[in-house]
């Protein structure tokens, strides 16, 4: 599969997407796309935006695209609190179809704060 990583995922976190292959957004010169911009150019040559833009839900509507959209949430979007949340990432992955965005939780303690706040996957 061929991923994008949007500007605010670490870039450590690469290793761990074996066997898909991603990209960095800055690496194709991408950076600082705001997301409408970059899911338009993304969706033509990737399966899978990888995000922890917890508004991407809210912002735009990835059904109006041909680009699956995965956001990583956890309490701060740092590597060591993102690890958690690989292994459902990858299980995601198998599961996810263009057009549609996935919420993946390293943590409880997100998940229920977003849950509370009606945010991403939990809005009315």
């Known amino acids: 599969m061929e991923l994008l990583f949007d500007d605010c995922v670490p870039r450590k976190l690469r290793a761990h997407f074996i066997p898909h292959h991603v990209t960095l ?3 194709v010169g991408w950076k600082g796309l705001r997301n409408s911009s970059l899911l338009t150019i993304a969706q033509t040559r990737y399966d ?3 995000t922890t833009d917890s508004n991407l839900y809210h912002q735009n509507v990835v ?3 041909d680009i699956a959209a995965i956001v990583l949430r ?3 979007n740092r590597y060591d ?3 958690p949340a ?4 990858l299980n995601a992955l198998q599961a996810v179809n263009a057009g549609e965005v996935i919420y993946v939780y ?3 303690r997100t998940e229920q704060s977003d849950r509370r706040r009606k945010k991403g996957p939990f809005s009315p």
């Open 63 to 65: 059904a109006n695209f």
């Open 25 to 27: 957004a800055q690496e």
């Open 74 to 76: 956890a309490y701060r």
């Open 81 to 83: 609190n993102l690890l």
């Open 86 to 89: 690989i292994p459902a990432t």
């Open 106 to 108: 390293a943590d409880k």
């Open 48 to 50: 899978a935006l990888i």
